[in-house]
């Protein structure tokens, strides 16, 4: 049964795959990110997320409540979770120095996994599409992968902008 569900699985889902693990292990290192890059992976899993919740269940309903309140619970976990002691913003530059960690690729890894296994359930059974049992567990989980992201790139912005308003003539970090 596992060679059936592989074997029809799209070529770009694949690619997607790699994409996710480069990028996952790209984050585990400390590293400097210009601010466009680094809002390359939270608008990717917002999208896979909000692609998730459109394609399986529609935005009618329950789903977009559920998904909201999952991005919103997210948001403030990240944004309250990240070291904001550990980022350095560099305006003259126009980047964030950010320490390495494995988390991203944890993450990455696991909204990939879910909406994987949740497109597997749906063609194995699609009536599971309409059950709210369902529907709401999956949407806020997507809602709440979306958020961590989001608010950890919130969380980023919030001191490289602080840093940018603070730095002099000479472009100094804070």
Do not use: N
Not at 22 to 47: D, F, N, Q
Not at 54 to 72: I, N, Q, R, V, Y
Not at 77 to 99: F, H, I, M, Y
């Amino acid at each position: 049964m596992l060679q059936h569900i592989f074997s029809h699985t799209p070529l770009y889902v694949w690619a997607i795959l790699g994409f996710l693990v480069y990028r996952g292990v790209l984050a585990s290192r400390a590293r400097e990110v210009t601010l466009r890059k680094l809002c390359i992976i939270p608008l990717v899993m917002l999208v896979l997320s909000l692609s998730g919740v459109h394609g399986s269940f529609g935005f009618d309903g329950m789903a977009p409540f559920a998904w909201a309140t999952g991005a919103l619970a997210g948001a403030a976990l990240a944004w309250s979770l990240t070291d904001a002691r550990k980022l350095t913003a560099c305006p003259e530059r126009g980047s964030v120095q950010l320490p390495g960690s494995w988390l991203p690729l944890i993450l990455m890894m696991s909204i990939f996994c879910m909406k994987y296994a949740v497109a597997v359930a749906l063609a194995v059974a699609p009536a599971t599409a309409h059950a709210p049992g369902f529907i709401v567990p999956v949407c806020l989980a997507y809602g709440c992968f979306s958020g961590l992201f989001l608010g950890g790139l919130l969380r980023t912005m919030a001191v490289y902008r602080q840093a940018h308003m603070t730095s002099g003539p000479q472009g100094a970090a804070v």
